[in-house]
C-alpha cells in the first residue's frame, strides 16, 4: 500500500526550530512535497525533493530525506506566527497520476 | 492574477439535490484534479484528468461525475448528493503529474 502518515498536532514557541516528520511506504516516489494549508484557503506548494537527494534547504526550510526509513522531515527554522498553519507531505509514484498525501500536522506557534 | 478558481466557495444542499461545482486554471496546465478533504483523512482524489479529452477515476470516485469542458476548465458533478459527501473541495492543476499542484481555495459543501 502506498500509505503515508504524520503527527496531527506540532506545538512550538516563536522563535524556536519547527520539525514536522512523515514516514511513507511506497518506495518509488519520485518526488515528495510538502503543502502549507492556511485556514480557509487551499493547499500551497512550500518545498520538494528529488528522491535522489539527502536534503534540500531553502531559506528557513529544511527537507531531510532518509529513504532507507522511508522518513521524510520538514524543518522550519526562527518559526513566526504567520507559519501556523496545517502542513501536508505528498509524493507521487511513478508511471501514475496518483499523488498521496498524509493527513496534516497543525502547527500552532505560540507567541 | 494567475490560479485556480473554484466556485462556488460555499454551498448547502439537501440529500437528493444535485449540483455542479466549478474550476477554471489560466496557467495553461495540462492536468487538472478534484480531491475532497475531510478531518483526520488528508486528501483523497476523486477523479482527475491528465489532459483535455482525458478524464479517469481517482481514490473515491463513486457518486461524482466529472468534465474536463477544455483545458481550463474542470467541473465536478453530484447528481444526487448524500450526506457522507458534506465536504471541503479542492479542485487542483499541473504541468504534469511529476510538478507540484496549484490548488483552488475549496467549496465547503453541506448535504442535510
Known amino acids: 500500500g502506498e500509505d503515508v502518515e504524520q503527527s496531527l498536532f506540532l506545538s512550538v514557541r516563536e522563535g524556536d526550530s519547527s520539525v514536522i516528520n512523515c514516514t511513507y511506504t511506497?518506495?518509488?516516489?519520485?518526488?515528495l512535497y510538502w503543502y502549507k494549508q492556511e485556514p480557509g484557503a487551499g493547499l500551497q506548494l512550500l518545498t520538494y525533493?528529488?528522491?535522489?537527494?539527502d536534503m534540500k534547504q531553502d531559506q528557513r526550510l529544511t527537507v531531510l530525506l532518509n529513504k532507507k526509513d522511508k522518513h521524510l522531515s520538514l524543518r522550519i527554522a526562527d518559526t513566526q506566527t504567520g507559519d501556523s498553519a496545517i502542513y501536508f507531505c505528498a509524493f507521487t509514484t511513478s508511471g501514475t497520476y496518483k499523488y498521496i498525501f498524509g493527513t496534516g500536522t497543525r502547527l500552532k506557534v505560540l507567541a | 492574477n494567475a490560479g485556480v478558481t473554484q466556485t462556488p466557495k460555499f454551498q448547502v444542499l439537501k440529500t437528493g439535490q444535485s449540483m455542479t461545482l466549478q474550476c477554471a486554471q489560466d496557467?495553461?496546465?495540462?492536468?487538472m484534479y478534484w480531491y475532497r478533504q475531510d478531518p483526520g483523512m488528508g486528501l483523497r482524489l476523486i477523479y482527475y484528468?491528465?489532459?483535455?479529452?482525458?478524464?479517469d477515476k481517482g481514490e473515491v470516485p463513486n457518486g461524482y461525475n466529472v468534465s474536463r469542458l477544455n483545458k481550463r476548465e474542470f467541473s465536478l458533478r453530484l447528481e444526487s448528493a448524500a450526506p457522507s459527501q458534506t465536504s471541503v473541495y479542492f479542485c487542483a492543476s499541473s504541468e504534469g503529474h511529476d510538478y507540484g499542484y496549484t490548488f483552488g481555495s475549496g467549496t465547503r459543501l453541506t448535504v442535510v
Open positions: 484528468s491528465a489532459s483535455e479529452g482525458t478524464t
Open positions: 525533493i528529488f528522491s535522489n537527494m
Open positions: 496557467m495553461n496546465h495540462n492536468s
Open positions: 511506497d518506495s518509488s516516489s519520485t518526488y
